[in-house]
Nanobody, 118 residues
């Protein structure tokens, strides 16, 4: 069974930075992609950034401010968030796609809260 855990959220002032981590554990053979989503109260969940192999994609709203990377040996991905704005406040979720020795998986974490406020 694969589990995904996010960490690194918190309260930060506008203009500040945070780095979120997403670690997948279990009987993983390979991770194909890691996707970071966020959901603010009263809004739909939106894709913020993803990394598939070495290819990355970003939402227009975070382009140039956020950066996604991965450390394959640790089955961990990171979301570096700079120049944070109050509108970045949301719960951030990680979704990991890959395979175990028995088949494919796509697993969500429980999320980590990011609050940008002065």
């Amino acid at each position: 069974q694969v589990q995904v855990v996010e960490s690194g959220g918190g309260l930060v002032q506008p203009g500040g930075s945070l780095r979120l981590s997403c670690t997948a554990s279990g009987n993983i053979f390979i991770v194909y992609a890691t996707n970071w989503y966020r959901q603010a109260p009263g809004k739909q969940r939106e894709l913020v950034a993803n990394i598939r192999g070495r290819s990355t994609n970003y939402a227009d709203s975070v382009l140039g401010r956020f950066s996604i990377s991965r450390a394959d040996a640790e089955n961990t991905a990171y979301l570096q968030m700079n120049s944070l704005k109050p509108e970045d406040t949301a719960r951030y979720y990680c979704n990991v796609e890959g395979t175990t020795v028995t088949g494919g998986f796509t697993v969500w974490g429980q999320g980590t809260q990011v609050t940008v406020s002065s």
